[in-house]
């Protein structure tokens, strides 16, 4: 039992990682909450074969950072269970290079499923904005294997920067739901995606969910807000 309260983390490949030794083994009550996370390389907090995690209230960017790759704020990979992730600000990832960079980002990335009602993920009240980026952006993005036991609240995602340019493929999701699921154990409720990105030659995409049999018929999508700035072209609800 760890916890990381009203640090700042400068730098590094991935800033903080919080692994267990196997999903048998897992690491437990790990607690990262009212920090300061600046300019890392590859991904803010990183997370696996985890039980009883809490990410709350840190800010994460790359605010002066100039060698800019790909980027994920909170990557929570295999054996992630039972994990709140709650009033994180996550942002700026190519503040140095607005608009110029084609490397993809994504706020928060769910690779990782419950098996068990005690081991559900709730991602809520999070903060993401400011991605700069004429690349790929999700903001709360899934993996495309099965995620049972995940709750998607009141989160609020704004993807406004009216200089991008992005090119063929390189689409903008709000929520990019690419899971599979069991009937009601994946939630998206109450959320708020603000998209007026420029389209170009991609897509600006709301919500989007896994079109297969167990997919976006099985995940429970309410009561969310949803804006995009235009009815052109490559623009989707």
Avoid: W
Avoid at 91 to 102: C, D, G, I, V, W
């Amino acid at each position: 039992n760890n916890t990381l309260d009203g640090c700042t983390i400068r730098s590094g490949g991935i800033a903080i990682a919080i692994t267990g030794t196997s999903a048998a083994i897992p690491s437990t009550n790990q607690v990262v909450k009212n920090c300061t996370i600046l300019d890392c390389n590859t991904v803010g907090i990183q997370t696996a074969n985890t039980t009883g995690l809490i990410l709350r209230n840190n800010l994460i960017e790359r605010p002066n950072r100039t060698a800019l790759g790909a980027f994920q704020g909170i990557a929570m990979n295999g054996g992630t269970k039972n994990a709140l992730i709650e009033q994180n600000r996550i942002r700026n990832p190519y503040a140095q290079t607005p608009s110029q960079s084609a490397n993809n980002a994504t706020g928060i990335f769910v690779n990782s499923t419950g098996t068990l009602l005690g081991e559900t993920i709730t991602v809520q009240n999070n903060l993401i904005s400011d991605f700069n980026s004429n690349g790929v952006i999700n903001g709360i993005q899934t993996a495309s294997g099965a995620v049972n036991y995940l709750n998607i609240y009141h989160n609020t995602i704004v993807f406004n920067n009216a200089a991008a340019n992005p090119g063929v493929g390189a689409d903008a999701f709000g929520i990019n739901a690419q899971t599979s699921c069991a009937p009601g154990l994946c939630n998206l409720i109450n959320n708020n995606v603000y998209i007026s990105r420029p389209v170009g030659v991609a897509s600006n995409v709301c919500l989007r969910f896994n079109t297969g049999a167990s997919g976006s018929t099985a995940v429970v999508s309410n009561y969310n807000n949803l804006f995009l700035s235009s009815n052109a072209t490559g623009n989707f609800y």
